[in-house]
């Protein structure tokens, strides 16, 4: 049973070039979350989707965007990029909107030039 | 903002000694979730306590929560090198029926065989 994955592993971009990240959550999960870890802090919440709609937003400004399709799997967005989009990005997965414990993929490390 | 703060930023142990990490947070919770962090990679779900819940035990790991003052700690016993990682506290509270996550900056953990 494969856990979350995410693609790519490693991203270089540069200055207001737009960027796709993509999450296919663990078998049998339903509910994504995408977040936002800078180096040396603690994962900050992008937003959440479910039934292929985006439930709860953190406070991230609208270039970052999402998707999610019918079989549950996720995309994030971000354009215009800034030097401080610069971070691990992270992808959780679990079963229904109410569940405890969410799983996550290894990220997607994006560098910004 | 992040909910949840760690203390210590920074613990470094020998083998074979106990590792306290502490979290504090703000607003009421619904459960609080410690995961691991091995060199910037994903996370990894170590132990989960409710709110009604005082005290947890998984293995060599021992969770504590006290709701009147708003903390919790992770002790960690006999650690072994391997237990080298960063460590984050979760704060988990329903908000329009989605359970929402917020973690803390993280205590970085190193244990020196």
């Known amino acids: 049973d494969a856990g979350v994955t995410q693609s790519p592993t490693h991203l270089i971009k540069t200055r207001g070039q737009q960027v796709t990240l993509r999450c296919s959550p663990k078998?049998?999960?339903?509910?994504v979350s995408w977040y936002q870890q800078a180096l040396g802090q603690g994962p900050q919440f992008i937003f959440q989707?479910?039934?292929?709609?985006?439930?709860q937003r953190g406070n991230f400004p609208d270039r970052f965007s999402g998707h999610q399709f019918p079989n549950y799997s996720s995309e994030l967005n971000v354009n215009a990029l800034l030097l401080g989009d610069s971070a691990l990005y992270l992808c959780?997965?679990?079963?229904?909107?109410?569940?405890?414990?969410?799983?996550f993929g290894p990220g997607t490390r994006l560098t910004v030039l | 903002s992040q909910q949840g703060e760690e203390d210590p930023q920074a613990l470094s142990i020998q083998e074979g000694e106990n590792a306290t990490m502490n979290c504090s947070y703000k607003?009421?919770?619904?459960?609080l979730q410690w995961y691991r962090q091995n060199s910037g990679r994903g996370l990894v779900h170590l132990i989960l306590?409710?709110?009604?819940?005082r005290e947890k035990h998984s293995g060599r790991l021992r969770v504590t929560l006290d709701t009147s003052k708003k903390s919790s700690s992770l002790l960690i016993t006999a650690s072994r090198a391997a237990d080298t990682a960063s460590y984050f506290c979760?704060?988990?509270?329903?908000?329009?029926?989605?359970?929402?996550?917020?973690f803390g900056s993280g205590t970085k953990l190193n244990v020196k065989p």
């Open positions: 959780a997965s679990r079963r229904g909107r109410a569940t405890d414990t969410q799983y």
């Open positions: 078998s049998g999960h339903d509910t």
């Open positions: 989707y479910y039934e292929e709609e985006e439930r």
């Open positions: 607003t009421s919770i619904n459960n």
């Open positions: 306590i409710r709110s009604n819940e």
């Open positions: 979760a704060t988990g509270g329903f908000v329009s029926n989605f359970n929402k996550f917020y």
